[in-house]
């Protein structure tokens, strides 16, 4: 600042001293009249100087305001794409005007970097949902760079392109797998591509994954590995059916033999081996078809027995009574035998379960039957106690079974739309009838206690002594001597002293006694 003033009062020292040397000089050249008039020439030459030196400085301020404006107007805008809600604040009053535009500037120009990289930030991301979504054949999501995003909805983008990526990388595995296994079934099927498309669909360098390439790779893999399938079913139907007929043509040809167990892949050789002794077999069994025909309704009428069936269905198969012996009823058998089996497999689970309910069946049966036995009550050691247990737990397995047999049969009749019989018959209807012969019999033995004559003649207070059953009042007798508990849980000891004193009565001859059969309600109660 002092440097500042000693120069301006040097401008006014020099100032003056020129214009006073001037003077001088001209007073001694010139009169005075020519003196006036150079002096109003240099007053005018030097207003002029100073005026175009404060007009520049004038334009030089104004430029300097201007850009202060288009400096604030700027980071006002870039603030707002920024979504910044900060303020320029106003120039301090002490501060020139270029050094708050230096300041101004380098603010703007950090603006300016953040911006440009926020937008470097959106073409990326937008350069990678490119190509993503052209690998995959998915539909863009738009990210605008004007007005720019903000920061939530970038992160919302990027997890768009995490779902991306994760999605591509499931794909690629896929479409590798996909190619792998075409290309082994191909290989094993001996095909090649049967066109370009085909090539450059199986092509390792082709990255195309939308869902039109991915449906087409499912498909071919699909239709190939059926074909696989069907394949190595053939191939093994094949080799079981030369065993089936290597037993039944008692072969010994050890050569033949070795060579069909050599080859053990699936591949057009070992089919070509196996169709060639197959054929082979199936010559030599023309040549005596009658015993083979003989062998396959020994194995028809084994799988008979296995699925069930009633005489009535076993002689629709009208060709199994057929003695014309000829290649056709040979194949007629064979079908018939192929057929069964697949049955009895296809429903193995059912016939399991209804063999498994027969067992319990008949277990329950036997117990229902003990329960009319008199002499079941003279047991002990908690016998009665143990028969019940097994009872209800074979009540409960009972009807586990019965309850898996028709959930089996229901989803049978609604994909076959036909029902499934056993001995004729449907099997649910078979268990029903079951259940109502058992109820039948019950009540045949229920009606059949309670028809049992009384025993004759009148009773006497000695009677009254011997059996609690009478009703009678208590004596002093031998029988008074007995009490009967009065616990719940001690039921079954009244009920045998009861009995014991029937029977007493009955070994004595004792005439008169009257006993009042049991209910079938109380028979149920103590069985």
Same mark, same amino acid.
Request: hydrophobic share 35%; with cysteine; net charge negative.
């Given at each position: 600042?002092?440097?500042?003033?000693?120069?301006?009062?040097?401008?006014?020292?020099?100032?003056?001293?020129?214009?006073? +040397?001037?003077?001088?000089?001209?007073?001694?050249?010139?009169?005075?009249?020519?003196?006036?008039?150079?002096?109003?020439?240099?007053?005018?030459?030097?207003?002029?100087?100073?005026?175009?030196?404060?007009?520049?400085?004038?334009?030089?301020?104004?430029?300097?305001?201007?850009?202060?404006?288009?400096?604030?107007?700027?980071?006002?805008?870039?603030?707002?794409?920024?979504?910044?809600?900060?303020?320029?604040?106003?120039?301090?009053?002490?501060?020139?005007?270029?050094?708050?535009?230096?300041?101004?500037?380098?603010?703007?120009?950090?603006?300016?970097?953040?911006?440009?990289?926020?937008?470097?930030?959106?073409?990326? @991301?937008?350069?990678?949902?490119?190509?993503?979504?052209?690998?995959?054949?998915?539909?863009?999501?738009?990210?605008?760079?004007?007005?720019?995003?903000?920061?939530?909805?970038?992160?919302?983008?990027?997890?768009?392109? *995490?779902?991306?990526?994760?999605?591509? #990388?499931?794909?690629?595995?896929?479409? %590798?797998?996909?190619?792998?296994?075409?290309?082994?079934?191909? +290989?094993?099927?001996?095909?090649?591509?049967?066109?370009?498309?085909?090539?450059?669909?199986?092509?390792? #360098?082709?990255?195309?994954?939308?869902?039109?390439?991915?449906?087409?790779?499912?498909?071919?893999?699909?239709?190939?590995?059926?074909?696989?399938?069907?394949?190595?079913?053939?191939?093994?139907?094949?080799?079981?059916?030369?065993?089936?007929?290597?037993?039944?043509?008692?072969?010994?040809?050890?050569?033949?033999?070795?060579?069909?167990?050599?080859?053990?892949?699936?591949?057009?050789?070992?089919?070509?081996?196996?169709?060639?002794?197959?054929?082979?077999?199936?010559?030599?069994?023309?040549?005596?078809?009658?015993?083979?025909? &003989?062998?396959?309704?020994?194995?028809?009428?084994?799988?008979?027995?296995?699925?069930?069936?009633?005489?009535?269905?076993?002689?629709?198969?009208?060709?199994?009574?057929?003695?014309?012996?000829?290649?056709?009823?040979?194949?007629?058998?064979?079908?018939?035998?192929?057929?069964?089996?697949?049955?009895?497999?296809?429903?193995?689970?059912?016939?399991?379960?209804?063999?498994?309910?027969?067992?319990?069946?008949?277990?329950?049966? #036997? @117990?229902?039957?003990?329960?009319?036995?008199?002499?079941? %009550?003279?047991?002990?050691?908690?016998?009665? @106690?143990?028969?019940?247990?097994?009872?209800?737990?074979?009540?409960?397995? @009972?009807? *586990?079974?019965?309850?898996?047999?028709? &959930?089996?049969?229901?989803?049978?009749?609604?994909?076959?739309?036909?029902?499934?019989?056993?001995?004729?018959?449907?099997?649910?209807?078979?268990?029903?009838?079951?259940?109502?012969?058992?109820?039948?019999?019950?009540?045949?033995?229920?009606?059949?206690?309670?028809?049992?004559?009384?025993?004759?003649?009148?009773?006497?207070?000695?009677?009254?002594?011997?059996?609690?059953?009478?009703?009678?009042?208590?004596?002093?007798?031998?029988?008074?001597?007995?009490?009967?508990?009065?616990?719940?849980?001690?039921?079954?000891?009244?009920?045998?002293?009861?009995?014991?004193?029937?029977?007493?009565?009955?070994?004595?001859?004792?005439?008169?006694?009257?006993?009042?059969?049991?209910?079938?309600?109380?028979?149920?109660?103590?069985?």
């Amino acid at each position: 600042m002092s440097d500042y003033k000693n120069i301006r009062s040097t401008i006014l020292c020099m100032a003056g001293e020129n214009v006073e +040397k001037l003077m001088s000089k001209w007073e001694n050249m010139f009169d005075s009249d020519y003196c006036q008039e150079l002096m109003e020439k240099l007053e005018v030459r030097v207003r002029s100087f100073y005026e175009d030196l404060i007009a520049e400085t004038d334009h030089k301020e104004d430029e300097i305001k201007e850009d202060l404006q288009t400096l604030r107007a700027e980071a006002a805008a870039v603030m707002r794409l920024l979504y910044k809600n900060e303020e320029i604040e106003n120039k301090p009053e002490d501060m020139p005007l270029v050094v708050w535009r230096e300041k101004l500037d380098i603010r703007v120009q950090n603006l300016r970097d953040e911006l440009r990289m926020r937008h470097n930030e959106i073409d990326e @991301l937008l350069l990678q949902q490119y190509f993503l979504c052209e690998e995959l054949g998915e539909s863009p999501l738009p990210l605008l760079a004007d007005p720019l995003p903000e920061l939530h909805e970038i992160s919302t983008f990027r997890d768009h392109l *995490k779902r991306l990526q994760a999605e591509r #990388a499931l794909r690629m595995d896929e479409m %590798f797998q996909l190619r792998s296994q075409i290309k082994q079934h191909m +290989k094993q099927l001996e095909l090649l591509p049967q066109s370009d498309a085909d090539e450059q669909l199986l092509s390792q #360098a082709n990255l195309n994954m939308t869902p039109h390439i991915m449906q087409k790779l499912r498909l071919m893999h699909e239709k190939l590995t059926a074909q696989v399938v069907e394949w190595r079913q053939r191939i093994d139907d094949m080799r079981e059916k030369i065993k089936v007929l290597w037993v039944r043509l008692e072969y010994t040809d050890e050569f033949a033999m070795q060579k069909v167990t050599d080859v053990t892949w699936y591949t057009q050789q070992t089919y070509d081996v196996l169709s060639e002794e197959l054929q082979r077999c199936q010559q030599l069994r023309r040549q005596d078809v009658k015993r083979f025909v &003989e062998q396959l309704r020994m194995e028809i009428q084994k799988w008979w027995d296995l699925t069930l069936k009633s005489q009535r269905e076993r002689k629709s198969f009208v060709n199994y009574y057929n003695d014309c012996y000829n290649e056709d009823l040979l194949e007629l058998h064979e079908l018939e035998l192929d057929d069964i089996k697949t049955f009895y497999n296809s429903n193995k689970e059912i016939f399991d379960l209804f063999a498994n309910r027969a067992e319990v069946w008949e277990r329950m049966v #036997a @117990l229902q039957a003990k329960e009319s036995d008199p002499k079941r %009550f003279n047991n002990r050691g908690g016998q009665l @106690l143990k028969e019940e247990r097994e009872r209800k737990m074979i009540m409960s397995k @009972l009807a *586990k079974i019965e309850l898996q047999i028709k &959930e089996l049969v229901l989803a049978y009749e609604k994909r076959t739309k036909s029902q499934f019989l056993v001995h004729g018959e449907s099997i649910l209807q078979y268990m029903e009838s079951d259940w109502e012969r058992l109820r039948q019999t019950k009540e045949q033995q229920s009606s059949a206690r309670k028809h049992i004559s009384p025993m004759s003649g009148s009773r006497t207070p000695s009677d009254r002594q011997l059996c609690p059953l009478t009703g009678a009042s208590k004596s002093t007798g031998n029988l008074h001597k007995r009490k009967l508990i009065k616990d719940a849980n001690n039921d079954l000891i009244n009920i045998n002293n009861a009995k014991r004193c029937l029977m007493q009565a009955l070994t004595l001859g004792i005439p008169k006694i009257q006993v009042q059969p049991p209910s079938s309600d109380d028979e149920e109660d103590y069985s």
